[in-house]
């Protein structure tokens, strides 16, 4: 039996095997000698004071990749990475897997999916941030259970834990509607990825739910970094672009990279422009104004992730599941109520 299967045994949780193999505190004597007489029966010996080996086969584990196409979307979001990454980590030892760390890109991943069929991998957390359609046919190659997370890829059938994009957005357009802004444009990534594509299609959709007019000039394509958004927005302020009362972003490093823009315009956040982000990034506590945003709940699509790729590790032939969590707003500065709104004038 592995770790999961004596924790099932004994009645315990998989954290609970883990701490008897390795000795730690925390446990009953009684729970103790259940479980490490399950662990000696198949394989496994405890470690001992004197620094014995703790298990006698080759752990379990499970792969997490981080997918890039363009690097600009996880590199450019290093701490909402980090927190994904360190919940998958901590919640994988609890479940008895060690965790390896592998980067990845359109060309290479061919051969990591290789080298996880024929290694001892158990399952793949696969960060699908930048993971776009044409990316689709190299899951084909995946023979080991596999959870997407940050990408729902609803054109594939593959589990996935995701932020609900269109609930995103509808939360956003709806917050900004109750401060009475109907007068609403959008940030839009000039290089999208799916997630970005499905953001604005959510953003598209609440519009139309709330009868508010989408107009085209208020769509602004931006590069996805904090200087190349400034940049583009600045571009196009130099162009004379109309602002409208609000804008929402899918990106909070884009809506901060706008704010600079704005701010060296001499344009006030948030009495002509106001602003909302997307992913509640520490940059965002720290500009000026700080940013209001939402809450995207890192850790606990980690999790689930975790949760949902050991059930398929037991269950292979389990339903395709897409868990989609909602996110809330972090209410900060850069949105004011449109009472207070003073119109941009173009210089």
Partial sequence: MNLKEIARAAGVSQSTVTMVLHDRKGVSQSTRECVQALLEENGYSVK??????????????????????????????????????????????QAGYEIAFRVATPETLPDIFEKVNTGPFKGIILLGTEFSDEDRPLLNRVKKPII???????????TSVSNHTWNSMRTK?????????????YIRNSQPTSICTQCYLGF????EQYHLKVEEKYIYDVYPSIEGACSCMKGLLDKGIELPSALVSNSDIIAIGAMKAFREYGIRVPEQVSIIGADNIM????????????????????????????????????????LRIDTTIVERDSVCDYADHVPYQRG
């Fill in 48 to 93: 001992k004071a004197d620094g014995s080996p703790s298990v006698q086969t080759e752990a379990e584990k499970i792969v997490f990749i981080k997918f890039k196409r363009f690097s600009f979307m996880v590199d450019g979001n290093a701490e909402y990475i980090n927190l994904l990454f360190d919940e998958v980590e901590s919640c994988c030892n």
């Fill in 148 to 158: 997407i997370i940050d990408n729902d890829l609803t054109k594939l059938s593959v």
């Fill in 173 to 185: 357009v709806t917050y900004l509607l109750g401060r009475g802004h109907r007068q609403i444009g």
């Fill in 204 to 207: 598209l959709n609440a519009m």
């Fill in 283 to 322: 940059s965002g506590m720290v500009c000026v104004p700080q940013l209001t945003t939402c809450e995207v709940y890192a850790k606990d699509i980690g999790k689930w992730a975790v949760k949902l790729l050991c059930d398929r590790i037991e269950n292979p032939a389990s339903p395709v599941i897409r």
